[in-house]
């Protein structure tokens, strides 16, 4: 390259080089705008981000609100859903009715072990408006389950909280049976009615008593009592402040035993040794022992409700219930049946009651009976009318009348008092002068006339003991201010002292607070309900109390008026 070349190349390069830096100014504003966009986009996106917070705060609030409400509204005993939806339910994927039983008790079972259970909810027994005493306890009310309900005590807490003032868990027999062949229990719907020849399916007393110890030792360890023997001891004895079978404050669990099948009812030493061997087992962790002495579908087991055999098995119980490892004993009840209702079947039962000194009577069951004719019109669904033939003791809202006639019979006849009263180990006193008694005529003095110028006077009302209503209808006037007793001769007998009155619980056909109402009115403590609770499900109790409230108020207003 010449030296002109050379030179012109020179001068081209610094032109080159002083045109460089005339890019630069186009490089800045690109930058510029592109950081401008990346801001527009940040704030675009923290626009759409806090929408999608709103919207998921909003959504959040609303699904933990229906989820609240639907867990207190599915869990409420007050519920329609209970009635209207779950028996149904039930009673469809279930066509069976035992299957349909065993569900429901598995279901309530599981859904209490996570809290989901219902339960009756508010404080409406707080009020004390239902309350009543039985067996020294006040009751926060008077409905309970009939037994059947829960065989083999698995869910007596959850029937608790359905709103039951007594649960009945049974029958449980010493052994255990399978039972009768299946199947074994009949639907009739339209009645809401029941067949049932179940034939005392049980475990067995030893495995229930096994459930209902760690039942007692859980309640132990949650009371900051521990877990073993001792705390079970202490809950057992009264210690904790609650009934050592129901474990809750106002109210009571009963525990129904029953003999073996093939236990001969002409052995009545067997008998004995089944029912008290049973109570031997389940008896400690009772509030009340039921002796079943009623079912139909056990042969020759109502044949125990003869005067003889019946007061050897309920003394043989007595006998048992004292032997219990427990600073309080359980009361004792029997469970008779609605077919035995002449006045010699109820006399006898009555006299067997207060020969062998139970507490109570448990008036009705399932009758071998079937329903008078229906009303004029009235179609039975073909299929039922067939289940009608089946074998078996039926349960429904037509029993309510029989129950309510014997209740009143009962309360009758228990009230007349023992037909013989034995001598007592030693005499009973003259209760105001200390004087021995002699005979069976009683004689209570009062001022009536005068007898000395101070104005004393005196007048006397005879007692007859032969007479026994005469006894139950003056125990009221036998106060601290109550006149003195002498006593005046007839051979062979000797008072006793006067025995507390003898409970009555009612169960048969109760479906509604009227009819509980009316069967407390005839001389009732408790009204228990087991068919309509498989027809009315989990707010069946809720509801009949509610009635009963409802039906106070309505006669509260109308004696105002």
């Known amino acids: 390259m010449n030296s002109a070349a050379q030179m012109r190349a020179l001068r081209v390069r610094p032109s080159i080089a002083r045109c460089r830096p005339s890019y630069r100014p186009f490089q800045y504003p690109t930058r510029r705008a592109s950081t401008e966009t990346t801001t527009a986009t940040a704030a675009a996106t923290n626009v759409h981000s806090a929408s999608t917070r ?61 809290g989901l259970n219902p339960r009756e909810r508010g404080v409406a027994d707080s009020a004390g408006d239902l309350a009543v005493e039985v067996f020294g306890h006040t009751l926060s009310n008077p409905i309970g389950t009939s037994a059947g309900v829960d065989k083999g005590a698995e869910i007596p ?36 009615a029941l067949i049932n020849r179940y034939g005392f399916n049980s475990e067995g007393a030893e495995l229930v008593a096994t459930r209902l110890r760690q039942r007692v030792r859980e309640f132990a360890y949650h009371a900051g009592l521990g877990l073993d023997e001792d705390a079970e001891r202490i809950v057992l004895n009264g210690e904790a402040g609650v009934p050592p079978g129901s474990l809750l404050a106002g109210r009571l669990m009963a525990v129904q035993v029953a003999k073996n099948k093939t ?57 048992a219930v004292k032997k219990i490892d427990r600073k309080t004993k359980p009361a004792i009840m029997v469970k008779v049946s609605p077919d035995e209702d002449s006045v010699e079947q109820i006399s006898g039962i009555c006299e067997a009651v207060w020969d062998s000194g139970v507490d109570g009577v448990i008036v009705g069951n399932t009758t071998k009976k079937r329903p008078d004719p229906f009303p004029k019109g009235y179609l039975l669904p073909e299929s039922e009318a067939k289940l009608l033939l089946e074998q078996g003791g039926y349960s429904g809202p037509q029993m309510f ?161």
């Open 401 to 561: 009348e029989r129950t309510l006639a014997l209740v009143s019979k009962y309360r009758k006849g228990l009230d007349e008092g023992p037909k013989q009263i034995p001598p007592p180990d030693k005499p009973v006193a003259n209760q105001t002068t200390g004087d021995e008694p002699t005979s069976s005529n009683l004689e209570t003095s009062q001022s009536s006339s005068s007898t000395s110028s101070s104005g004393s006077s005196k007048t006397t009302t005879t007692l007859d003991l032969d007479q026994p209503a005469a006894l139950s209808s003056n125990v009221d006037d036998l106060s601290e201010s109550a006149p003195t007793l002498t006593l005046q001769s007839t051979p062979n007998i000797v008072p006793a002292p006067l025995a507390p009155r003898k409970v009555i619980f009612a169960t048969g056909g109760i479906t509604n607070g009227r009819q509980a109402r009316e069967v407390l009115d005839a001389g009732a403590s408790v009204a228990q309900v087991y068919t309509a609770m498989i027809y009315g499900g989990a707010g069946t109790i809720s509801r009949i109390k509610e009635e009963m409230r409802d039906e106070a108020k309505s006669q509260s207003t109308i004696t105002k008026r």
């Open 263 to 319: 236990t001969s009812e002409s052995d009545i030493d067997a008998v004995v040794r089944d029912y008290a061997t049973a109570v031997g087992h389940v008896g400690k962790y009772a509030d009340i022992l039921v002796v079943n002495v009623s079912s139909p579908n056990t042969p020759g087991l109502r044949t125990l409700q003869n005067v003889e055999p019946l007061t050897r098995l309920l003394s043989g119980v007595v006998q």
């Open 157 to 192: 807490t959850p029937l608790f909280e359905l709103g039951a003032g007594i649960v009945e868990v049974g029958a449980i027999t010493l052994l255990p049976q399978e039972g009768n062949p299946k199947p074994r229990v009949f639907r009739l719907p339209s009645q809401n």
């Open 54 to 114: 709103t919207k998921n705060l909003v959504y959040g609030t609303v699904l933990t609100l229906g989820l609240s409400f639907g867990y207190l509204y599915v869990t409420d005993t007050r519920a329609s859903i209970h009635e209207w939806l779950i028996v149904p339910a039930l009673r469809q994927i279930y066509p069976d009715g035992e299957e349909a039983h065993h569900a429901g008790t598995r279901m309530l079972k599981v859904l209490h072990s996570f």
